[in-house]
């Protein structure tokens, strides 16, 4: 199973923003099938994903039809898959070049094949993303397969070091990405209450970009926002975002010039283990 770190490379990083759009997008298309025929969750966990080490893809929950399935992408190919519970191929699609209604055609065509009912797909998000022109009639294109295959390795990389950081924390959940923001993150719950506004907790993980940084970037987020000093992180090459929301933020950029991964992975590392304890003792 390939769950080592995974080498950065870097591409321009105008490349990296134009392939999170098209994967946002696309990633709706996963996410509704999990939302369209498993319970309702009140934070939308049923239409989740996680990575999948083995099949190096995100991959949605498992549904039961004719057949046990799930839905899945690939961002190094670019392809969706519907996959059985033997991790068999079932059918896939290549996104490339293909349109929104491409897609919901070939997914009721191999919907029903599965046994499970088309009329069911609930393509209303309970969220509101950037209106991309692939939402309405625009083809997915994407300008770089190297930009693709860096995003996967950003995916995989914060997946395996999240196991490692938080290997030790009873409370931490599974590690996740969420079609709302696209990001992939696990949650350590220092204090429940049963109320969110009262718990304690604190999110780790990883955004590919969004309003507030064009680029991808590794973060450290706490819940309520800390009152006392933060620490300074400019040792890790980081800074406290606090526009909005409170959190460590790392930005891909600033290991650029890490080009061995010892170094890309010893500094993730550092970064996530300094201000999660840090966090962990001001909350």
Not at 49 to 57: G, T, V, Y
Request: hydrophobic share 35%; glycine share 4%; charged share 20%.
């Amino acid at each position: 199973m390939n769950n080592k770190w995974q080498l950065l490379t870097f591409p321009d990083s105008a490349d990296l923003a134009q392939v999170r759009e098209q994967f946002h997008q696309a990633i709706q298309n996963v996410a509704a099938v999990g939302r369209s025929f498993l319970p309702t969750s009140e934070d939308d966990e049923h239409a989740n994903l996680e990575w999948d080490f083995r099949l190096q893809r995100l991959v949605g929950r498992w549904v039961e039809g004719d057949v046990k399935f799930r839905s899945s992408i690939s961002i190094n190919r670019f392809e969706v898959y519907l996959v059985d519970e033997n991790f068999q191929t079932i059918s896939s699609i290549s996104m490339q070049g293909i349109t929104q209604t491409d897609v919901m055609v070939w997914l009721e065509h191999e919907l029903s094949k599965l046994g499970a009912d088309f009329s069911k797909i609930n393509l209303t998000y309970p969220y509101v993303i950037p209106e991309y022109p692939t939402a309405k009639k625009e083809p997915f294109n994407i300008v770089s397969m190297l930009a693709s295959q860096e995003l996967s390795r950003l995916y995989h990389n914060t997946a395996h070091m999240l196991s490692i950081v938080l290997k030790k924390e009873e409370s931490a959940s599974e590690i996740k990405c969420w079609p709302h923001h696209f990001d992939i993150a696990a949650r350590v719950t220092l204090l429940d209450t049963g109320d969110p506004e009262t718990s304690r907790s604190i999110n780790m993980g990883m955004s590919p970009g969004d309003k507030y940084y064009n680029e991808p970037y590794f973060y450290c987020s706490p819940w309520p926002y800390p009152t006392k000093n933060l620490i300074d992180l400019s040792d890790l090459r980081a800074h406290w975002h606090q526009d909005e929301w409170v959190g460590a933020v790392l930005p891909v950029s600033q290991l650029s010039d890490h080009n061995l991964i010892q170094d890309q992975r010893g500094l993730i590392q550092r970064f996530y283990t300094k201000t999660f304890t840090f966090l962990k003792e001001v909350l």
